[in-house]
């Protein structure tokens, strides 16, 4: 069993900055495409950036450019930073990673961007 937590959400204006943080109760070493999901009010969940197998990062093409997926295996830990936000990006964001064939998510954090 794997339990992700997510944190670093919040309210900040168009073309401010957030981090989020993933934390996971294993090490993530052993964590496969490990990555960050949005969803935002009557709209399905949707990848915004992930780990490939091969630990290449992978971005919606929304993101590309002002996110920036990392990870530091000593913590554990999975980042996202999110710079030039915009109204659109507001949601909950969810870190998920997949274990033994199992996808684990946490319980999500959300981030509001105002206009």
């Known amino acids: 069993q794997v339990r992700l937590v997510e944190s670093g959400g919040g309210l900040v204006q168009a073309g401010g900055s957030l981090v989020l943080s993933c934390a996971a109760s294993?090490?993530?070493?052993?964590?496969?495409?490990m990555g960050w999901y949005r969803q935002a009010p009557g709209k399905q969940r949707e990848l915004v950036a992930d780990?490939?197998?091969?630990?290449?990062?992978n971005y919606a093409d929304s993101v590309k450019g002002r996110f920036t997926i990392s990870r530091d295996n000593g913590k554990n830990t999975v980042y996202l930073q999110m710079n030039s936000l915009k109204p659109g990006d507001t949601a909950v964001y969810y870190c998920?990673?997949?274990?033994?064939?199992?996808?684990?998510w946490g319980q999500g954090t959300q981030v509001t961007v105002s206009s």
């Open positions: 998920k990673g997949l274990h033994r064939l199992i996808n684990y």
């Open positions: 294993a090490s993530i070493s052993r964590i496969d495409n």
């Open positions: 780990f490939t197998t091969g630990g290449t990062a």
